[in-house]
């Protein structure tokens, strides 16, 4: 049904159980829509519980600071290389009305139970050209949790992936590292944005990345994903 999930559907979005959606259901968290026997959600309904289940585990700022010295070489050089990248020279930025969809496309998406490899790679792509003040536009639009479909999708994708018996197969690995590669390149950004002069500014990109939940002790290989991925992103 257009506009609405089924309760298994919402139960993946949030990744919780059916029972869990009957209770929010039963608690009026969430409004429903019957249509013979089976019951359906709005999507701003779920969507909404999403961000607000998200919001409710802040990652400590104490940990992020204990990594600062470790990454302080790195983020100076990105600085450099961001200023000699030329980044009015990358690919047209995508408007509000198509970062609203793309972000509805990851949401519908997070209700599968597994997906296709040309949807995956497609997936891979689209986080190896997000920019970053296309990171501060869906923001300004949505919230601090704007852009956390996108990684948990990335990473539902991963382990699906991983999950596969075939893998790893030859086909299957480049697609498991070009997705990987795309999702740290993303976080990568994020956390230059922190450090960096960008049109995503460091305020901003800081709730961002305590959005997001980072994890702890990465940095570096995502700064490095960043790096290469922009040196490898097509220009426009």
Same mark, same amino acid.
């Given at each position: 049904?257009?506009?609405?999930?089924?309760?298994?559907?919402?139960?993946?979005?949030?990744?919780?159980?059916?029972?869990?959606?009957?209770?929010?259901?039963?608690?009026?968290?969430?409004?429903?829509?019957?249509?013979?026997?089976?019951?359906?959600?709005?999507?701003?309904?779920?969507?909404?519980?999403?961000?607000?289940?998200?919001?409710?585990?802040?990652?400590?700022?104490?940990?992020?600071?204990?990594?600062?010295?470790?990454?302080?070489?790195?983020?100076?050089?990105?600085?450099?290389?961001?200023?000699?990248?030329?980044?009015?020279?990358?690919?047209?930025?995508?408007?509000?009305?198509?970062?609203?969809?793309?972000?509805?496309?990851?949401?519908?998406?997070?209700?599968?139970?597994?997906?296709?490899? %040309?949807?995956?790679?497609?997936? *891979?792509?689209?986080?190896?050209?997000?920019?970053?003040?296309?990171?501060?536009?869906?923001?300004?639009?949505?919230?601090? *949790?704007?852009?956390?479909?996108?990684?948990?999708?990335?990473?539902?994708?991963?382990?699906?992936?991983?999950?596969?018996?075939?893998?790893?197969?030859?086909?299957?690995?480049?697609?498991?590292?070009?997705?990987?590669?795309?999702?740290?390149?993303?976080?990568?950004?994020?956390?230059?944005?922190?450090?960096?002069?960008?049109?995503?500014?460091?305020?901003? *990109? %800081?709730?961002?990345?305590?959005?997001?939940?980072?994890?702890?002790?990465?940095?570096?290989?995502?700064?490095?994903?960043?790096?290469?991925?922009?040196?490898?992103?097509?220009?426009?």
């Amino acid at each position: 049904m257009e506009g609405f999930y089924s309760k298994d559907e919402a139960a993946r979005i949030l990744g919780v159980s059916v029972r869990q959606i009957s209770n929010y259901l039963r608690d009026d968290r969430v409004r429903r829509v019957v249509q013979g026997r089976r019951v359906f959600i709005p999507k701003e309904d779920v969507e909404r519980l999403y961000n607000g289940i998200r919001s409710q585990i802040p990652a400590s700022p104490e940990e992020f600071q204990k990594l600062q010295t470790r990454v302080l070489d790195l983020e100076h050089s990105v600085e450099v290389l961001k200023g000699g990248l030329g980044i009015s020279r990358r690919s047209r930025l995508r408007n509000d009305s198509e970062l609203l969809l793309f972000r509805q496309r990851c949401v519908d998406s997070l209700s599968k139970r597994d997906w296709t490899p %040309r949807k995956m790679l497609e997936m *891979a792509d689209e986080l190896m050209r997000v920019q970053d003040a296309e990171v501060g536009t869906l923001v300004r639009k949505v919230g601090p *949790a704007a852009w956390v479909p996108f990684c948990e999708l990335a990473t539902r994708m991963l382990s699906h992936i991983e999950a596969d018996p075939d893998f790893p197969e030859r086909g299957l690995e480049l697609l498991h590292t070009r997705l990987l590669r795309g999702r740290d390149r993303f976080y990568g950004l994020i956390h230059a944005a922190t450090k960096t002069t960008s049109a995503l500014p460091p305020p901003q *990109a %800081r709730t961002v990345e305590r959005a997001l939940e980072l994890p702890i002790g990465l940095f570096e290989s995502h700064i490095t994903a960043y790096v290469m991925g922009t040196l490898r992103a097509p220009w426009g």
